[in-house]
């Protein structure tokens, strides 16, 4: 699994040197517990999903043949699904629907 974290990334309440650190330990795969990350679905169905980081670094997930993108960073699972809410209300509804590739530009 290849973990891309979006050049439009939300995170609530972390600092830039902490930001930068969380950065890092993601591109080494580094354990971090708290952690959590908002990411686009890996499958076709769904908005957005929360993942626990080090539940990720398992090996049934790294085993995945996928690129997991990361459009968001929170150090709780409640602020993680507060900043769901957050970019729920930023994208916006078009046709009934919730356009969340459209808004990250992802294909």
């Not at 902490?18 to 686009?40: A, G, M």
């Not at 626990?52 to 997930?61: A, G």
């Amino acid at each position: 699994m290849d973990i891309q974290i979006h050049e439009q990334l939300y995170s609530e309440g972390i600092s830039d040197r902490k930001l930068t650190s969380f950065k890092k330990k993601l591109k080494r795969k580094s354990p971090k517990l708290d952690l959590f990350l908002v990411t686009l679905p890996l499958g076709e169905e769904g908005i957005l999903e929360v993942y626990w980081y080090p539940e990720l670094l398992q090996v049934y997930y790294q085993k995945m043949d996928v690129e997991l993108v990361v459009v968001g960073l929170a150090t709780t699972r409640d602020a993680a699904f507060h900043m769901i809410e957050q970019i729920v209300l930023d994208v916006g509804l078009k046709d009934g629907k919730i356009p969340i590739k459209d808004y990250f530009k992802v294909s």
